[in-house]
């Protein structure tokens, strides 16, 4: 018998080494090369099953019932997996249930593969039944050929599929589970999400879904500290798409990551047992769903990360590439203005001059006199006559619609579980997504969209997450069900969108649900403030918002007008009194990148100031597509020296490189700046081309660094290409 054993767990062991064999050079760096080196494969040799691509393995055994063993980080050999856990749980009727997973691991610090066949599972288990394999499709149905992107189709991978019954011993008959995982080519990134589907007869209520549970090495030991206070497992990055509350940042919009304690792992070095060493994916509040017979739910999905650096910039530059492969339409990054309208005739002065300084897009701003829930006949005809008009002049145009943080009316405000009335929200005061306003506000939304013409959303306030307590919106049954009912009501209205090509500018982090962008952070009334202390103040936004973003997911304010108060110091009107410090906070914002809402009633009143529009949207769209690449950061702004950054793209295949020097000083300075160019691929040496006009051959250390030495004049800024 021991033999037998030892034999299996060879078997396990070889089956695992021959499959990381096939992995290619760990050379390549996969942030610096494309796709092809790490294609995604599933092998399966009798009861393992391995999803790989080189970068990220995951492996599983199926008997007697299916678990994961293994979740390797195949750039730096880390081992995840300490423990075997259920690949979810699901709360059915106020009961929970394991689906899969196996019992029988006495010690739980490590897993040893010949202890695995000795695991026994429990009759009141979800069993696996079968797996299947398939080609990975992309979360949206985007049309990616209707805007300037810099990735027009989600990354490729292949997705493995488990399929689960309900445990006989229960009243669960006609109940199937399916747990999916998708690996990604090129990226060390998986996908996890769970489908219930109700075969039999009966009504089961969902009350909860946890999609994933790790038993994870813990990031630090330590004899006394709680879960809160303790270091997580940094080689692990999870996100899912189940995120609000207009934090503008995806660690502050999470609702769904959960780090808890291990009572069972008994050897850990914590007195308490308080190491935080398992991770749960959930959403906080609970499903809370009734699942008819025919029906079928889907959980949250969850993104799973590996990251193989502690260094801030790659950490960043990880997350960034997971945005472009598996959500493309973040890369959409049009060129358009913020105007504030009394009438039509605004409008389509605004178009013309859109038209004629080469940008690509009019948004009617807050403000404005657009109102898109009005769908009469003559409202949305003389809509549609502007969106002709735009589409004439080759201009996108969108407009401006506020859901929450408003009051619409005792029956369809969120009723406050604690209060059992209206306010008390997120935002103080606002309506219910499953109220009838709620369910006819968007289908107005689809039905301006679909009668005008209009080509994006500018969607202030989506749903924040506010639970409801009514019993009398027909949208949901009660408090338990109203936070996961207005959230997917809002995602089903950002997928229809999403589908159409319409763009989506929403202050909360619904990216993966189909939104486009969202604010990159800053103060409002700091626009009141004196232009010399905005400049410096935006390139600190700018500087704090791209670690973890991709430049077009984000947009920046510049008001044209006074806003939020403030003195002739801080507007920009008249425009063509104030033109380097448009020209300044254009280029700052175009350099990095970001589009910024220029907001007002006019882009010019000038020719000279027309040209000096003219000119920076020349100028960035012939570096547009290195300027939409990932941002390194050089040095932040302080107001005492120099501050900038730089693009870089590998797989570019002319300009590998564009940085931007400021200096805010009143004099002018010269400094030499070391240049961190291991991310533009190249080695040896490179090409530097300052201001269009200055060549200069760089050596490369054996890092990709170079220093330069540069004169920046006075309160202005200078900027290079790399080739």
């Not at 290619?24 to 092998?43: F, H, M, V």
């Not at 149905?141 to 006989?168: I, Q, R």
């Not at 946890?210 to 004899?223: D, T």
């Not at 679909?450 to 408090?479: M, R, V, Y």
Request: glycine content about 8%.
């Amino acid at each position: 018998m021991r033999f037998k054993l030892f034999l299996i767990a060879l078997t396990l062991i070889t089956a695992e080494e021959g499959f990381a064999q096939k992995k290619e050079p760990k050379s390549q760096d996969w942030l610096i090369s494309g796709t092809a080196a790490y294609q995604s494969r599933i092998a399966v040799d009798d009861q393992n099953i391995v999803l790989e691509n080189g970068l990220v393995r995951r492996s599983f055994w199926v008997r007697p019932n299916a678990f994961c063993y293994d979740f390797t980080n195949l750039i730096t050999e880390q081992q995840l997996i300490r423990a075997v856990q259920p690949e979810a749980l699901l709360q059915l009727n106020g009961k929970w249930y394991n689906v899969g997973g196996v019992d029988g691991q006495k010690e739980r610090a490590y897993l040893r593969p010949e202890w695995m066949p000795t695991f026994t599972t429990k009759p009141e288990d979800f069993s696996y039944v079968k797996h299947e394999i398939s080609d990975l499709d992309p979360l949206l149905p985007w049309k990616g050929d209707k805007w300037w992107s810099t990735h027009k189709v989600a990354g490729k991978g292949k997705v493995l599929t488990f399929t689960y019954a309900a445990p006989a011993a229960v009243p669960l008959s006609g109940i199937e589970v399916k747990v999916h995982y998708a690996i990604y080519d090129g990226i060390p990134l998986i996908s996890k999400w769970v489908t219930v589907k109700n075969t039999g007869n009966q009504t089961v209520q969902i009350n909860q879904v946890i999609n994933e549970k790790l038993a994870l090495v813990e990031e630090e030991s330590a004899v006394v500290g709680s879960v809160d206070d303790m270091k997580k497992q940094h080689g692990l990055y999870v996100e899912s798409n189940f995120a609000f509350n207009n934090a503008m940042r995806y660690h502050l919009s999470d609702q769904s990551l959960h780090w808890k304690a291990d009572s069972t792992y008994t050897s850990q070095v914590n007195y308490d047992l308080k190491t935080p060493a398992i991770m749960e994916v959930y959403p906080t509040v609970g499903v809370g769903t009734k699942l008819a017979p025919k029906d079928s739910f889907s959980s949250i999905r969850s993104w799973e990360l590996l990251m193989d650096s502690y260094d801030r910039e790659r950490r960043g530059l990880a997350i960034r590439k997971m945005y472009r492969t598996i959500a493309p339409w973040t890369t959409a990054n049009p060129i358009f203005m913020h105007l504030v309208s009394k009438k039509d005739e605004q409008v389509y002065t605004a178009i013309d001059q859109c038209a004629a300084t080469g940008y690509e897009a009019l948004i009617l701003s807050f403000g404005s006199h657009v109102n898109m829930e009005d769908t009469t006949a003559g409202n949305l005809a003389a809509l549609k006559k502007i969106a002709d008009y735009a589409h004439r002049k080759n201009i996108k145009i969108g407009a401006y619609s506020l859901f929450s943080s408003r009051k619409i009316s005792e029956a369809d405000d969120i009723i406050n579980p604690k209060t059992g009335k209206t306010g008390g929200t997120f935002f103080g005061n606002a309506p219910c997504f499953g109220s009838n306003w709620g369910i006819g506000y968007a289908q107005r939304i689809k039905t301006f969209f679909e009668k005008t013409g209009f080509d994006i959303w500018e969607n202030d306030g989506p749903f924040p997450g506010d639970q409801c307590a009514s019993t009398n919106h027909p949208g949901h049954h009660g408090l338990e069900d109203s936070q996961w009912v207005q959230f997917n009501m809002q995602k089903e209205l950002y997928h229809w969108l999403n589908a159409r090509g319409i763009y989506i500018n929403s202050p909360d982090w619904y990216f993966l649900d189909g939104s486009n962008k969202t604010g990159i952070g800053y103060r409002e009334v700091n626009f009141s403030l004196p232009r010399e202390n905005q400049r410096i103040l935006n390139r600190q936004n700018i500087f704090d918002a791209l670690w973890e973003q991709n430049p077009s997911m984000g947009w920046g304010f510049v008001p044209l007008t006074a806003y939020q108060g403030g003195g002739k110091e801080a507007v920009l009107e008249p425009l063509n009194e104030h033109l380097e410090d448009y020209r300044q906070l254009m280029m700052q914002y175009y350099g990095a990148g970001i589009q910024a809402c220029y907001r007002g009633p006019r882009l010019y009143d000038t020719e000279q100031t027309k040209q000096t529009v003219i000119d920076v949207i020349q100028w960035y769209k012939k570096y547009r597509n290195i300027l939409n690449a990932d941002l390194i950061h050089l040095r932040r702004a302080d107001g005492r020296d120099w501050d900038g950054f730089l693009h870089v793209n590998a797989t570019a295949a002319g300009i590998k490189g564009l940085g931007m020097l400021f200096n805010p000083l009143k004099t002018p300075i010269t400094r030499t700046v070391v240049l961190p160019l291991y991310y533009t691929g190249l080695s040896g040496s490179a090409k530097m081309t300052f201001d269009d006009k200055t060549v200069k051959n760089a050596s490369l250390d054996p890092l990709a660094k170079t220093a330069v030495t540069i004169t920046i004049p006075a309160e202005s800024y200078r900027w290079f290409t790399v080739e």
